[in-house]
Structures are given as structure tokens and as C-alpha cells.
């Protein structure tokens, strides 16, 4: 079926790095504004990063300086580069459309930051 597919994540200790990658379904990537949101356990989903058409970028304040989002159009996909990871990282990242998005969430990619 055509969901979103996030990927990437996995279980790191504080300072360290992850790559997450989101495949997104459908025709006409190139031209969608994609986003990333986290969610802890209990928590509220939260927005962190987004990326235009043009690959301009703004980020969450808890995450400037530390995170990266990018795209590639050739396949589809978003990235969120994950540096100096911190426990309060910890969540369910998902991504999505960020003007029009899609009625559903993918299944998330889980990171785990704990020493």
C-alpha cells in the first residue's frame, strides 16, 4: 500500500549520530515542502525541521545547529542528519508534507539516544 516510509533510526549513545531517511509515496516530490516531526511516549507530537522545494531549511530551536534536513528528489526522499544526539531526542520521528500533508502518518523510525 502507499504510506510513507521512515527509516534510519536505532539505539546510539549521547554525542552520537543518526541518519534518518523518509521515502515519500507518490509523483511530484520535488515540488512538496517536507517536515519532520518527533513524538516521545505520552507526548504530543512535535514539528522539528522542514525543508521547500528549493532546500531552505528551518529547524525547532531544540534542534538548531544539531540536526541537518535535506532531500533528494531523485528518490523520493527526505533526510534528517542527527548529531551530538541527545537522550531528550528520544522519540518516534515521522515526516510528512508540510503545506498540504497526508491524511496519514507513516510508522515512524524509532531513536533511542542512552548511554
Known amino acids: 500500500q502507499v504510506q510513507l516510509v521512515e527509516s534510519g533510526g536505532g539505539l546510539v549513545q549521547p554525542g552520537g549520530s543518526l541518519r534518518l531517511s523518509c521515502v515519500v509515496p507518490g509523483t511530484g516530490f520535488s515540488l512538496l515542502v517536507m517536515d519532520w516531526y518527533r513524538q516521545a511516549p505520552g507526548k504530543q507530537r512535535e514539528w522539528v525541521a522542514r525543508?521547500?522545494?528549493?532546500?531552505?531549511?528551518t529547524y525547532a530551536d531544540s534542534v538548531k545547529g544539531r540536526f541537518t534536513i535535506s532531500r533528494d528528489n531523485s528518490e523520493n526522499t527526505a533526510y534528517l542528519q542527527m548529531n551530538s544526539l541527545k537522550p531528550e531526542d528520544t522519540a518516534v520521528y515521522y515526516c510528512?508534507?508540510?503545506?498540504?500533508?497526508?491524511?496519514?502518518w507513516g510508522q515512524g523510525t524509532q531513536v533511542t539516544v542512552s548511554s
Open positions: 525543508i521547500t522545494r528549493g532546500g531552505g531549511a
Open positions: 510528512n508534507r508540510g503545506i498540504t500533508p497526508f491524511s496519514y
